[in-house]
DNA sequence: GCAAAAGTGTTCGAGATACACCCATGA
DNA sequence: TCATGGGTGTATCTCGAACACTTTTGC
């Protein structure tokens, strides 16, 4: 399997090779764009494969941590550090990829919307964003990755503070609301979010409000330990 | 390495082994034993690593899918098959193990009370079963992938069936109770576990009784779709 | 003044918690 | 008859669900 980040990162030297055995590490790349649940793609380059998109990721390197191969996918593909990143499940069916043995150990990360570049009409040809709920035909066992990405997102979002990663420092609550919607796939009732949501005590309010249209503006709240992710309940 | 699996199944081929990286299966047994939480572990048998212990597992086959590979390692050490088996991680950190490169994927199991045979005083001398309370010292990360196991079966006690595992086919809510007892460190109240218990519509009263000793005989129950281990609430 | 999103409280029902006594048996 | 674990019901509390109107702004 002929990999993008192969091409962009020509210097590693994998893990394995000789015997025709590779690790890799394969992110779902998740976001919040055009009100959906956007995964980010890459166009598959083998000649069997035209047309077919896959996960970014790349074959792990002899001295590579399977997270930091991740990361590089991450930054490489996505151009972002630092973002929420965990690991999935490792995929080691023998037959999972016909021409070789390939061993995937899956990960997911969640970009925050205003990080979210790349792709959509204006972006890079070579890699886009695509709804979770329509997705292209994807090679090998992708598309098993992202729908188990999926779900573990969801379970997430019960007893966890994971939903928060997908906003800037400073969001309203509307915002954050939206964010729960579209990832359950279900409208919520405004006051009960807000009640839950401020009950859970690691939201501050700012003193800011953002005015955005011709109506009331806006509260803005932050995360009191930005970056991390509680487990809730 | 050396791995104790390695030699019960000297007929594998290693999916590597030439560069020095192998893939490994370890699998963190648990059963209740002794009113406590234990797993079964194996004595190291490399010279530097005398008197510690070890996970049972082995190398992944270039023709074994990961599972089977656990599924293996749990027939060959503790001689069950059939049991509840979930992938947990795969810790690839380069320098976990000192010697040469090893990517191990974890998985835990679940082995039913009635069938924890090997260790205690008549066991095998080479296995045994250890509280996971006060473990023995353990190679490499092995610690940490126990930890990380009993924490995700305690999670899991919360939201799904998975309990129910430990427990022969028929068995009293008594006996149940006992192994969320030991499992979660507290005493729970007997009603209202028995009210939980049977409002999940899980469990099915059979026309038996079990005699113990000189009191009230128990009701014995059974799992309605046993071996299925359902997400609940 | 009107359109559009922000913001706010109360009622109701279900499920969790706390709690104490009688039952059936074997010795 | 007594010691032992099996088995049961009720009151209370907490938390999630349902539900509608006022506020602030830009045009």
Redesign the pocket.
């Known amino acids: 399997m002929n990999r993008t980040l192969t091409k962009v990162l020509p210097n590693r030297i994998p893990a394995q090779g000789a015997l025709g055995l590779d690790i890799t590490a394969e992110v779902v790349i998740f976001t919040i764009r055009q009100n959906e649940l956007q995964v980010l793609l890459v166009p598959a380059d083998h000649h069997s494969q035209r047309g077919l998109w896959m996960l970014p990721g790349g074959v792990v390197g002899w001295e590579d941590d399977l997270d930091t191969c991740a990361s590089r996918a991450l930054a490489a593909q996505a151009g972002v550090h630092g973002v929420y990143l965990e690991q999935l499940y490792t995929f080691g069916d023998p037959d999972r990829c016909p021409d070789r043995r390939v061993i995937a150990v899956s990960y997911y990360a969640l970009i925050p919307i205003h990080r979210a570049h790349f792709g959509g009409p204006k972006g890079d040809r070579h890699i886009d964003w695509f709804s979770v709920a329509n997705l292209p035909t994807l090679v090998l066992d992708h598309a098993t990755i992202v729908e188990l990405a999926r779900e573990r997102l969801v379970a997430k979002l019960d007893y966890s503070t994971i939903a928060f990663q997908f906003l800037p420092e400073s969001f ?4 954050l ?1 939206s964010v729960y919607e579209i990832i359950l796939g279900e409208q ?5 979010f ?3 949501v ?2 859970l005590k690691c939201l501050q309010q700012t003193a800011e ?12 709240y932050q995360l009191c330990t930005p970056g991390k992710v509680e487990y809730i ?1």
Chains 1, 2 share one sequence.
């Open positions: 309203t609550l509307s915002e609301q919520l009732d405004k006051r009960n807000r009640k839950r401020l009950a409000l953002r005015r955005n249209g011709s109506h009331r503006p806006a509260r803005l309940k």
